[in-house]
Nanobody, 124 residues
Framework: QVQLVESGGGLVQAGGSLRLSCVAS????????MGWFRQAPGNEREFVAA????????YYGDSVKGRFTISRDNAKNTVYLQMNSLKPEDMAVYYC?????????????????WGQGTQVTVSS
């Protein structure tokens, strides 16, 4: 059974940093494209970042470019999201996702598997 488990969320002051982790199990994810999405109350799920399995190319949503960094450690079946200079508008539940569809990175419909989410709260 494929599972994605996120961790690392919490409460941080504006300007602070957090690092989210997503551990995958149930299969080897070295050939999966991995993504992070977020959803705040009343909002649609928003693309945050993605990393391809080929060459670990990275992609970012406009609102997080220059502040967030996605990376992966295939030996640990883990993908990370380093979040710096956090803003109150970054507050949301963050979800990890995985796919082998090869249909892109930005849309949530491109992903097959999802984690349960981890809450990030940013105080102003």
């Amino acid at each position: 059974q494929v599972q994605l488990v996120e961790s690392g969320g919490g409460l941080v002051q504006a300007g602070g940093s957090l690092r989210l982790s997503c551990v995958a199990s149930g299969r080897t994810f070295s050939t999966d494209d991995m993504g992070w999405f977020r959803q705040a109350p009343g909002n649609e799920r928003e693309f945050v970042a993605a990393i391809s399995w080929i060459a670990s190319n990275t992609y970012y949503g406009d609102s997080v470019k220059g502040r967030f960094t996605i990376s992966r450690d295939n030996a640990k079946n883990t993908v990370y999201l380093q979040m710096n200079s956090l803003k109150p508008e970054d507050m949301a539940v963050y979800y990890c996702a995985a796919t082998r569809k090869g249909t892109g990175f930005v849309h949530d419909r491109s992903y097959d598997y999802w984690g349960q989410g981890t809450q990030v709260t940013v105080s102003s």
